[in-house]
């Protein structure tokens, strides 16, 4: 019987980080979530969506000659920059679309790590039924019977809350949080049963732009400006509820002549080549939002910034200055 990848078992949103009996937590990394299978020499590296990616990360494909035969992981692919000290979400995008010898000069300039969290199969045995315990268990003894060495990391894993609290201050280093999971559930793809918690923080920026009309928009483009005193685009609000819409265009005036933000286009989403149909407004309305720590080195949100209120009492230069690696 032919052994089939399964799908990723996935997670849902949770707005406490508590970790109670019975459950365990790792840490959430910000790169790309894969699954890795060997089977007679044949490799398979695949995102999350089902998409190939041995052709672009080379060398994880050699990399898995330390695997034994017939074995599969689920995990997270990271690229780690080295000279700032952190994950590089942005080097491990970049390195995608890469192929042949370009992928392969790629590997050795930002080489990314495989950094498995789960077992699903070893040595042709499907592991998927047994419980995250005995999972977790095997995982750890593939790393240490076969002295695995990079391209391969182990996640970590605690069931002490005090790791998790330490772990929700590494938002420096780009650790977006932690996932928690039953110690007892077998591995279900598909299926949410995993907890996600984000680090979230609460900031001030400056409207640069509303998606709809200012007379009621849906979103708010924001900016902040930077050490230089440009007005930069760091990103967008989830769609605003009416009633906040309503009192946000009481403040907002449409773009006069001179607008830091004239000629530029936006995009739907953070890494999406869709244009944005947005209109600008003059930049002197600050607002707090809530945002996680996924950043890309221009100091942007990748993720949409949850609303939270107005702030006509700050003025522009109240807000704090974007500062970034490329600046």
């Known amino acids: 019987m032919t052994w089939s990848l399964p799908e990723p078992m996935l997670s849902v949103a949770t707005d406490s980080p508590e970790l109670t009996t019975g459950w365990a937590a790792e840490p959430k990394w910000d790169g790309f ?41 689920d995990g997270e692919l990271i690229v780690w920059d080295w000279e700032q000290g952190q994950l590089s979400f942005e080097q491990l995008q970049n390195r995608l679309h890469g192929r042949g010898a370009g992928a392969a000069r790629a590997a050795e300039q930002w080489p990314a790590q495989f950094v498995a969290f789960d077992l699903l199969r070893l040595s042709g045995t499907d592991t998927t039924a047994w419980p995250y315990t005995r999972r977790r268990a095997a995982l750890e003894e593939l790393f240490t019977g076969r002295g695995l060495l990079a391209p391969w990391a182990l996640c970590p894993s605690t069931t002490d809350p005090a790791m998790v609290r330490e772990w929700l201050t590494w938002g420096t280093v780009r650790i977006e949080g932690v996932v928690l999971k039953r110690l007892n559930d077998p591995y279900r793809p598909s299926v949410r049963g995993w907890r996600k918690y984000k680090t979230r923080e609460t900031t001030e920026a400056i409207v640069g732009a509303v998606t709809g009309p200012p007379t009621a928009p849906g979103t708010l483009l924001l900016g902040r400006y930077d050490i230089s005193g440009r007005f930069q685009y760091v990103g967008r609000t989830t769609t605003l509820a009416r009633t906040v819409a309503g009192s946000a265009a009481a403040l907002l005036t449409p773009a006069t002549s001179g607008h830091p933000w004239a000629g530029w286009t936006f995009a739907t989403g953070w890494g999406s080549r869709q244009p944005l149909d947005a209109n600008l407004v003059n930049p002197d309305l600050v607002v707090e939002v809530g945002v996680d720590t996924a950043r890309d080195a221009a100091g942007r949100w990748r993720h949409p910034a949850r609303f939270h209120r107005l702030r006509p009492d700050l003025q522009p230069g109240d807000v704090e200055r974007l500062t970034s690696p490329t600046d």
Do not use: H, K, N, W
């Not at 998409?51 to 050699?62: H, K, N, R």
């Open 33 to 73: 979530r894969a699954a890795v299978c060997i089977d007679a020499d044949t490799v398979m590296l695949r995102s999350r969506r089902g998409t190939q990616m041995g052709p672009a990360f080379p060398e994880i494909v050699v990399g898995t000659a330390q695997l034994p035969d017939q074995t599969a992981l």
